[in-house]
């Protein structure tokens, strides 16, 4: 008898490790409830997460079985579990998060101490690291070895069969949360999915950036499949394989479109590559700078941000998604990150700290990999890279729209205002929108700024 150890995949269709198992004989189907590694994601995810884990379990019961659900550190509890039932196996699904390449590392140990056989899978990425150069310094040059590693089609699902029948009380914490969490496990995720397939997809490289499309479809313009994928409860090769049927069916610009889908998840693929072959991504600079670069962390400061009252609309507009949705579109998520780590010169690590509290799509490689791309300090073919929050808007949402959703005190201030928000007179701003904050920096000057300090870094003045 195994054990199928679930960590990061509460699903049971496309789960590498799982579909093993049941090939090789019974399977009692574990789920750890590690409060120390659970410790370390925000309120929000780790909700949504428990959520999808008892999806997982009453999937398990409809099948007859059960998901056995036990607390504390995996390196005691397996061991526990295997005596208990005579398992002579441990199979689970590799990650690459450090925390959780302890664990396993440590489960091993203590697995191996018993004479138990452990096996472990690729299931988290379309390509494996492992198969591609340690390095590459920018992402087209990632994406062209990337794209050339042909994709695995989805798992089978597992034989049912092979899942021992037993039924067991235990289950994980019901943890309420402040904010609303999309439809959890396998179920909402193909859900959400299919929508998008069918509404969105074949549109997507058109829409993606649109911000007023978004407020009016926010499940169309872009897929918001980040909860369920970072999560684990859909895998990465059914997105893969159900983007690819689209694009085989679809030509001119609807093969564009959908393509663009695909492309975008070479950079999550991009970020556990990184991760893979730099475990302190989350702590250190990728690349390496000859001076210190002059973070000012200002307290003040990063409250505005936190808080959306910088005065910039976009940058405000943002971070209220956040709050509100646990979520930001990828545009202004682009916006704000910038704007902390380059007009306000606050360290990129406290506004990843701050997104893993609030983000319910929280992902360690991605966060982290995009905090570093965005404040230049990681893989990027731009030296300075610094969005301008004030043309961002007028690209991106001249109308106003997504910020208006967002930010109530400018419900009556006409767009072009809005967009020349941090540019206009003190007396103009006051008279038209009292309620809302004067920009906390000058444009120009937390440009120039940011330029300075980073050439300096550099060593290029
Ligand atoms: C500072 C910063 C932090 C981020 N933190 C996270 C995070 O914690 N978790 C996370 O999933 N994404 C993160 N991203 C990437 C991106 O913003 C989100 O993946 C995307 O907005 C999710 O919305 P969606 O599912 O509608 O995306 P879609 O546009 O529909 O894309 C589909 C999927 O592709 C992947 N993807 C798309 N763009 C990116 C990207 N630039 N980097 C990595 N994966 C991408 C995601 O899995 C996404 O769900 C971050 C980006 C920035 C700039």
């Known amino acids: ?14 789960n590498a490790g799982l579909t093993a198992a049941t090939r090789s004989g019974n399977v009692l189907p574990v789920f750890v409830y590690d409060t120390e590694l659970l410790g370390t994601i925000g309120s929000r995810q780790r909700s949504f997460y428990f959520q999808c884990i008892r ?16 607390s504390g550190s995996p390196e005691e509890v ?4 295997a005596a208990k039932h005579n398992a002579d196996r441990v199979v689970y699904n590799e990650h690459y998060r450090p925390a959780r390449q302890n664990r ?19 299931d988290l990425v379309l390509v494996s690291p492992s198969r591609l150069d340690s390095r590459y310094p920018t992402h087209s040059q990632f994406y062209d070895d990337w794209e050339d590693v042909p994709k695995l089609s989805p798992f ?19 943890p309420s949360s402040d904010i609303e969490l999309p439809k959890p496990g396998y179920e909402g995720a193909r859900e959400r999915l299919d929508t998008f397939i069918d509404e969105g997809i074949t549109s997507y490289n058109d829409n993606r950036d649109d911000l007023a499309g978004a407020v009016e479809s926010p499940k169309t313009t872009v897929s918001r499949m980040s909860p369920y994928i970072s999560v684990g409860a859909i895998g990465i090769r059914e997105i893969w394989a159900a983007a690819s049927e689209v694009y085989n069916a679809v030509h001119g610009s609807e093969r564009r479109n959908v393509d663009k889908y695909r492309y975008e ?44 009252k910088t005065g910039y609309p976009l940058v405000d507009a943002g971070m209220r998604q956040l709050e509100q949705e646990g979520y930001i579109h990828n545009r202004p998520r682009q916006v704000v990150a910038s704007f902390l780590t380059k007009h306000l010169l606050i360290d990129w690590r406290k506004g990843a700290r701050y997104f893993t509290k609030q983000l319910i799509d929280h992902d360690y490689a991605s966060n982290h990999g995009s905090w570093q791309w965005i404040a230049s300090t990681g893989t990027d073919s731009v030296d300075v890279r610094i969005f301008d929050p004030v043309s961002q808007l007028a690209k991106y ?32 701003r006051s008279q038209l929108a009292p309620q809302y904050p004067h920009p906390i920096v000058d444009r120009n000057g937390g440009y120039e700024r940011a330029q300075r300090v980073f050439e300096e870094a550099l060593g290029k003045r």
Do not use: C
């Open 104 to 122: 396993e590392k440590a489960v091993k140990d203590a697995l191996s101490a018993e004479d138990i056989d452990i096996k472990s899978l690729t």
């Open 397 to 428: 949402d001249s109308g106003a729209k997504y910020v208006k959703q967002y930010i109530p005190e400018l419900q009556d201030v006409p767009a072009d205002k809005i967009v020349d928000w941090p540019t206009l007179s003190p007396g103009e």
């Open 156 to 174: 089978s699902d597992p034989d049912t069969d092979a899942f021992i029948e037993f039924s067991d009380a235990k289950t994980v914490p019901s």
């Open 78 to 81: 397996l061991p526990n579990i």
């Open 265 to 308: 998840l070479s950079w999550r693929e991009q970020n556990y590559h990184l991760l893979y072959y730099m475990p302190d991504l989350a702590v250190s600079n990728y690349k390496t700078f000859p001076n210190d670069i002059d973070w000012r962390n200002d307290q003040e400061d990063f409250k505005a941000w936190a808080n959306g």
């Open 1 to 14: 008898m195994q054990i199928f150890w679930h960590r990061r995949d509460p699903r049971i269709h496309d």
């Open 55 to 70: 999806e997982l379990q009453d999937q398990y019961r409809s099948l007859g079985s059960d998901l056995l659900v036990r």
